[in-house]
């Protein structure tokens, strides 16, 4: 039994996550749960890693990487290593010296390494990179032979076989090869003389039947032919109409077409091509009637008529003016042998190259020669195969820890060094900077999914005019609030590259951003609903007034006319039930108001800390609901919805906290150090809030004074010393606007008589 492997784990996200540190964690994947992996599968597009790399991990081509797969290709390059460990590294450049050539397939990479470096002109390299083995092109540009199974013209050496190739790519289409040349591969070689064949065979059975298929000699049996082919549907068109019109002469008319028919083209210019002229019968249709070879025939018609009567009825049947359906059914039978070695025809694809060469073609031994170049080159199968899993070692060594360490793990994505694969870039907008983007192709599908999420979601698209690209993004903002985020906004959104584009709002999900907007929300939403009343009032007024001007002008200018005033508006009747319906209401507010001014009363009474925590705990019953709600739901706001929307198999409820979120959304900062004027010409004028809380703080302070109600201070600074006979005789009860503090007491000289109601 082998021995278990020991795990690292650490906690983010509100769940464990392996830590992947050393090429021995990747060649024991297979033992790690899968239930404790942070996703099971992820796409193909649309992430920061090479498409081609996650396409050689995609064995099935299906366009995702499934835990498997990623397990057999972790397997595959730790094996091939001398040192996993260098996975972690993450260099786009392996060393040949780290190929493992201990092994009869490490042998088999390090040939093929060292044979594209050949290729590519860099035999005295020792390191390969990604860029060397993706230009396949490159590799086998200059090769006769690459193993793919394609031979090119140039894989011949004599101009005879490159002739043969280019012939089979005319006839039968081509495949590309490897160094992207056109060439052809088995299938077309075969199909190829497949044709070849059956056409030499299909001639050689007219050769043996020569004087029944070619009555009239080869020549002017297939001119006859092709003439007659030429007129055979409207003769056989003319002939059935007349054989109608014998059966029933009411169909005569119909049968030679009315005479509205030709007012639709009668009036424009015609030529004997007209398409409505074409349509007719060739000549005018009766009961038995010969079709004539001359004279009245349809023009559209004529000339082909006129070869047909040259090429076919002269050497048939003699030189005559009409042609009977009689002689029209001789002349088919005449045919007839033709006719059915046409139908039996083969090979029509190589046709065009002529009987001689394809006769030579035969003769000559070429399907051995090209058979013998295919089989070359399919001997260096292994070895292009060799090539391919050079590309995947050399791709695995830059690209596998990476995309291991955000698949099994999100570390990248919590650990903050660096973004994760599936983040692709930041977005600027309203003084925010969001980390948290990635690509998106439907936003309106993506949307169903992602919205689960919990988080608030802007879909944005992004469009650089100067490169002609577009792309979309979906982006979670985590921090501040939403005030000003709607649809439309512009910002500038930066990809992993470094590029920018243009960004536009076109779609929001909205859920709470932070605690701090959950708590001033109610009030947020109150000022609206305020202002929203305010404009309703003011548009009435202003409705109202505007009515009453115009009434105004209507009655002055109508004032010396006959015509009679305008009717006064019908009085309003007093309903009784409204007015006790008012009653009732306004006995309840007055309760309820009467009721709050004693509460006030009793409260300003006690003292500020009372005042002080009436407003807390109002603002707090007010808030506390929305705080609650949004709290909630921050708690469960987590990354899983949105990346299984992208064609993830998230495994983990990947969790964006308050914490974490306010990492994934920067606000605007001012930079340490910064200086900032500390006046702005353009500022709005406000109230004096400052001013009037220091006057009100001094005035509390020199009433406590002046009253006797700093005991701390020294007798020389006490009023009695300093005022004289202005300084108060008795004690008096001041209103004072701070509590108590020690030494400074003025209850202490109001009599407790006064503070009674």
Same mark, same amino acid.
């Given at each position: ?30 033992? /790690? ?22 396409? /050689? ?77 993706? @230009? ?33 790519? @005319?006839?039968? =289409? ?5 160094? =992207? ?40 049996? !297939? ?42 083209? #009668? ?137 291991? !360490? ?33 690509? *998106? ?98 548009? #009435? ?15 002055? *200018? ?22 006790? #319906? ?39 019953? %007010? ?98 010393? %300093?005022?004289? @006979? ?25 009599? #407790?008589?006064? /503070?009674?109601?």
């Amino acid at each position: 039994m082998a021995e278990q492997h020991k795990w690292t784990f650490f906690r983010a996200g509100g769940f464990d996550q392996v830590k992947l540190t050393s090429g021995a964690d990747l060649k024991h994947l297979d033992q /790690l749960d899968q239930k404790l992996w942070a996703a099971l599968a992820c796409p193909t597009r649309g992430l920061e890693i090479e498409a081609r790399t996650l396409e /050689l991990i995609d064995t099935d081509g299906n366009g995702r990487v499934r835990a498997r797969e990623l397990i057999a290709a972790a397997r595959f390059a730790v094996d091939s290593l001398k040192t996993p460990d260098d996975l972690f590294k993450a260099a786009d450049g392996l060393p040949l010296a780290s190929i493992q050539d201990a092994t009869p397939e490490g042998k088999v990479l390090a040939a093929s390494a060292k044979q594209i470096l050949h290729h590519i002109g860099k035999d005295d390299a020792s390191t390969l990179t990604v860029a060397d083995v993706s @230009d396949r092109v490159r590799i086998f540009a200059d090769t006769r032979f690459n193993g793919d199974g394609v031979i090119t013209e140039f894989s011949a050496t004599d101009e005879g076989g490159k002739a043969v190739v280019r012939e089979m790519m @005319d006839c039968m =289409g081509s495949v590309p090869d490897l160094s =992207g040349k056109p060439g052809v591969g088995k299938e077309q070689i075969e199909a190829f003389f497949t044709e070849v064949q059956a056409y030499s065979q299909w001639q050689a059975a007219a050769d043996a039947d020569a004087a029944r298929i070619f009555p009239f000699g080869k020549d002017a049996t !297939v001119a006859a032919v092709d003439a007659l082919q030429a007129v055979r549907a409207k003769l056989d068109d003319y002939f059935g109409r007349c054989r109608l019109a014998a059966y029933d002469n009411r169909a005569e008319q119909a049968l030679n077409r009315k005479e509205e028919e030709y007012l639709g083209f #009668a009036a424009k210019d015609l030529d004997i091509t007209t398409s409505e002229v074409r349509g007719f019968p060739l000549a005018r249709v009766a009961a038995g009637k010969a079709l004539p070879l001359e004279g009245p025939i349809n023009p559209a018609h004529a000339v082909a008529l006129k070869l047909f009567a040259s090429a076919a009825v002269v050497p048939i049947l003699g030189p005559r003016k009409e042609l009977t359906e009689a002689d029209w059914l001789d002349m088919l039978a005449k045919f007839s042998a033709y006719f059915a070695w046409q139908a039996g025809k083969a090979g029509e694809r190589i046709e065009k190259l002529g009987l001689a060469r394809v006769r030579e073609l035969l003769s000559s031994g070429a399907r051995s020669s090209v058979e013998a170049l295919l089989a070359q080159d399919e001997s260096l199968r292994v070895e292009t195969e060799g090539i391919e899993q050079v590309e995947r070692l050399v791709r695995y060594y830059r690209d596998l820890a990476l995309l291991c !360490v955000n698949f099994v793990s999100f570390e990248d994505f919590y650990d903050g060094d660096q973004p994760a694969i599936f983040q692709a870039g930041t977005l600027y907008l309203d003084q925010r900077a969001c980390r948290l983007c990635l690509h *998106v192709e439907d936003a309106a599908k993506h949307g169903v999914m992602a919205g689960l999420a919990g988080a608030y979601l802007a879909y944005v698209d992004c469009v650089n005019s100067s490169r002609g690209e577009k792309m979309s993004i979906v982006a979670a903002f985590t921090a501040g609030d939403s005030d000003n985020l709607m649809v439309g906004r512009n910002g500038l959104f930066y990809d992993r590259k470094g590029k920018d584009w243009d960004a536009t709002v076109t779609k929001i999900i909205e859920n709470p951003i932070s605690i701090r907007q959950a708590f001033w929300a109610p009030y947020k939403k109150f000022a609206r609903y305020m202002e929203e009343q305010i404009n309703k009032r003011a548009a #009435a007024a202003d409705a109202e007034a505007h009515a009453k001007l115009a009434a105004t002008a209507v009655v002055a *200018v109508n004032a010396d006319s006959k015509l009679p005033p305008p009717p006064p508006p019908p009085e309003k009747k007093v309903d009784v039930g409204t007015v006790a #319906a008012i009653g009732v209401a306004a006995g309840a507010i007055g309760t309820f108001v009467t009721a709050l001014v004693a509460h006030a009363v009793g409260i300003l009474q006690m003292g500020e800390f009372a005042i002080l925590g009436a407003i807390v705990g109002l603002m707090l019953l %007010i808030s506390l609901p929305s705080v609650v709600m949004a709290y909630m739901k921050l708690r469960k706001r987590n990354l899983g919805p949105i990346l299984d929307a992208n064609g993830w198999a998230v495994n983990s409820k990947a969790k964006i906290n308050v914490p974490f979120g306010a990492t994934l959304s920067s606000q605007a900062k001012l930079p340490s150090g910064s200086r900032r004027a500390a006046s702005d010409r353009y500022a709005e004028r406000s109230f004096p809030w400052k001013t009037l809380v220091v006057f009100v703080l001094l005035l509390d302070v020199g009433a406590r004074w002046y009253f006797g109600g700093i005991h701390w201070l020294p007798d020389f600074l006490q009023p009695k010393q %300093i005022l004289g @006979d202005w300084a108060p005789k008795h004690a008096q009860a001041f209103p004072t606007f701070l509590p108590d503090l020690p030494g400074i007491s003025p209850s202490a000289a109001v009599p #407790a008589d006064s /503070l009674k109601p």
